[in-house]
């Protein structure tokens, strides 16, 4: 019943831009005076009662495309737009073409590497820290992203573009997926800019950093990770929804369904605003202030080690040897979440800079630009959720143990222990 009701206001829709176009003409100064209005609409009344039968859909369609052609009318084209033209937008091309199958490869192994994460993550020598708890939130947002993405990749490059038609089912999952892919890399912003606040005032305010970061604070960042994200993106619920397209096909016409924004206007600009801004590059300058200070700390630390074995500190006091290993295993974790921290504003920047222009110039360049590079920049955000496990492994010694133990354990419940015998043991029997 929903859908009927959906259908019918599409197809009122399309008739009243139809419409539009011919009363445009009419009042525009370059228009045809000659074209009585009152005249076209009792033609179409006469139509629809001619035989007590009411007219359809294609019939009325076919009768306003008449009246338009016969009357030499056409919409007001878009005007011309020379955003990012030049050789680079054919091999931008060239990728979205393939954009599909890396997008699938990259989002089955996310999906894998970040479920192994959570696993990981959860046990016990791991999941006492807040550290931790915040990498492990930010595993299953890139999850949620990786698996809702997989269908619409195989949708929309594997399938759709064989066919002809548009249905209004796949306009609506899309609007779904576009929502749902935003928030919950929304939720991921959050937690990294929450992971790196975390790092630098463990390190900054070292002493007093179990006052300051405490399990109750742990959870209000995570918790307000989830929280924020469909606040921040009430604009783009409200500029984008279902648009209908008529093509004239020679068996009748077609409705196609496509999510598109509304006409250009305040809220357009409002909405690209706060995502460039708030959502992209507000935690992005954050980032690049906190991570150059881990830098500049990183390299103090290895100063400082490289101090300490040349008067051979280390050697004689073992309490200055585990002081020394203890500095070691902070100076790893703080060369991780770096790492972290410069691919996310690798990845991020970017589309920040992307939205703010599409804010600044307007729907020409958002169509032009911000489409154009919209696989480009879905791959690099499923790439940057994807890769945390290698990051993980190949720099944190604790985790490779854990996650070594980990399979170690599923091999063991795999494979039970044979059944004791009776020669088995130090006994004799006589």
Same mark, same amino acid.
């Given at each position: 019943?929903?859908?009927?009701? %959906?259908?019918?206001?599409?197809?009122?829709?399309?008739?009243? %831009?139809?419409?539009?176009?011919?009363?445009?003409?009419?009042?525009?100064?370059?228009?045809?005076? @000659?074209?009585?209005?009152?005249?076209?609409?009792?033609?179409?009344?006469?139509?629809?009662?001619?035989?007590?039968?009411?007219? $359809?859909?294609?019939?009325?369609?076919?009768?306003?495309?008449?009246?338009?052609?016969?009357?030499?009318?056409?919409?007001?084209?878009?005007?011309?737009?020379?955003?990012?033209?030049?050789?680079?937008?054919?091999?931008?091309?060239?990728?979205?073409?393939?954009?599909?199958?890396?997008?699938?490869?990259?989002?089955?192994?996310?999906?894998? =590497?970040?479920?192994?994460?959570?696993?990981?993550?959860?046990?016990? $020598?791991?999941?006492?820290?807040?550290?931790?708890?915040?990498?492990? /939130?930010?595993?299953?947002?890139?999850?949620?992203?990786?698996?809702?993405?997989?269908?619409?990749?195989?949708?929309?490059?594997?399938?759709?573009?064989? !066919?002809?038609?548009?249905?209004?089912?796949?306009?609506?999952?899309?609007? *779904?997926?576009?929502?749902?892919?935003?928030?919950?890399?929304?939720?991921?912003?959050?937690?990294?800019?929450?992971?790196?606040?975390?790092?630098?005032?463990?390190?900054?305010?070292?002493?007093? #950093?179990?006052?300051?970061?405490?399990?109750?604070?742990?959870?209000?960042?995570?918790?307000?990770?989830?929280?924020?994200?469909?606040?921040?993106?009430?604009?783009?619920?409200?500029?984008?929804?279902?648009?209908?397209?008529?093509?004239?096909?020679?068996?009748?016409?077609?409705?196609?369904?496509?999510?598109?924004?509304?006409?250009?206007?305040?809220?357009?600009?409002?909405?690209? /605003?706060?995502?460039?801004?708030?959502?992209?590059?507000?935690?992005?300058?954050?980032?690049?202030?906190? @991570?150059?200070?881990?830098?500049?700390?990183?390299?103090?630390?290895?100063?400082? !080690?490289?101090?300490?074995?040349?008067?051979?500190?280390?050697? %004689?006091?073992?309490?200055?040897?585990?002081?020394?290993?203890?500095?070691?295993?902070?100076?790893?974790?703080?060369?991780?979440?770096?790492?972290?921290?410069?691919? *996310?504003?690798?990845?991020?920047?970017?589309?920040?800079?992307?939205?703010?222009?599409?804010? =600044?110039?307007?729907?020409?360049?958002?169509?032009?630009?911000?489409?154009?590079?919209?696989?480009?920049?879905?791959?690099?955000?499923?790439? %940057?959720?994807?890769?945390?496990?290698?990051?993980?492994?190949?720099? #944190?010694? !604790?985790?490779?143990?854990?996650?070594?133990?980990?399979? /170690?354990?599923?091999?063991?419940?795999?494979?039970?222990?044979?059944?004791?015998?009776? @020669?088995?043991?130090?006994?004799?029997?006589?």
């Amino acid at each position: 019943m929903a859908y009927e009701e %959906n259908n019918t206001s599409n197809i009122t829709q399309a008739l009243t %831009n139809l419409f539009e176009e011919v009363l445009f003409a009419t009042e525009s100064p370059g228009g045809n005076k @000659s074209l009585n209005v009152s005249q076209f609409l009792s033609a179409l009344k006469e139509r629809s009662t001619r035989h007590n039968q009411e007219i $359809d859909f294609g019939t009325l369609v076919k009768l306003v495309d008449g009246w338009r052609t016969k009357l030499n009318l056409t919409k007001n084209s878009e005007p011309l737009c020379n955003y990012c033209d030049g050789n680079f937008r054919d091999i931008v091309l060239a990728y979205n073409s393939i954009h599909g199958y890396i997008s699938l490869i990259v989002c089955v192994f996310g999906s894998l =590497a970040n479920a192994l994460n959570v696993a990981v993550l959860t046990r016990r $020598d791991l999941a006492a820290a807040p550290i931790n708890r915040l990498l492990k /939130w930010l595993a299953v947002a890139d999850v949620f992203v990786m698996m809702e993405y997989v269908p619409f990749a195989i949708y929309r490059y594997l399938i759709l573009p064989g !066919q002809r038609e548009m249905p209004y089912k796949w306009a609506a999952y899309l609007l *779904f997926h576009m929502h749902f892919a935003q928030i919950f890399h929304t939720a991921s912003i959050c937690l990294t800019l929450s992971l790196a606040v975390w790092r630098y005032i463990a390190i900054k305010y070292s002493d007093r #950093s179990h006052i300051l970061c405490t399990e109750r604070r742990c959870s209000t960042a995570i918790l307000s990770s989830f929280i924020l994200p469909p606040i921040l993106c009430i604009p783009t619920y409200m500029v984008f929804d279902i648009h209908t397209a008529v093509v004239l096909e020679p068996n009748g016409p077609m409705i196609l369904y496509h999510v598109d924004s509304d006409e250009e206007g305040q809220l357009f600009k409002l909405n690209f /605003w706060v995502h460039a801004v708030l959502i992209k590059l507000l935690p992005c300058c954050i980032l690049t202030v906190i @991570s150059l200070w881990l830098i500049k700390e990183v390299y103090s630390a290895n100063e400082h !080690q490289k101090r300490i074995r040349v008067n051979n500190a280390c050697a %004689n006091d073992k309490a200055k040897k585990r002081q020394c290993k203890g500095d070691k295993r902070t100076n790893r974790t703080t060369k991780m979440l770096l790492a972290v921290l410069l691919l *996310f504003l690798v990845t991020e920047l970017p589309q920040g800079i992307l939205g703010l222009m599409s804010g =600044a110039l307007g729907r020409c360049f958002f169509k032009r630009c911000y489409d154009l590079f919209g696989e480009l920049m879905d791959a690099l955000a499923l790439l %940057n959720g994807a890769i945390n496990f290698v990051l993980y492994c190949s720099m #944190s010694r !604790q985790f490779r143990m854990t996650f070594r133990q980990l399979m /170690w354990r599923a091999q063991l419940h795999r494979w039970p222990p044979p059944l004791p015998s009776h @020669s088995d043991g130090l006994h004799t029997y006589v």
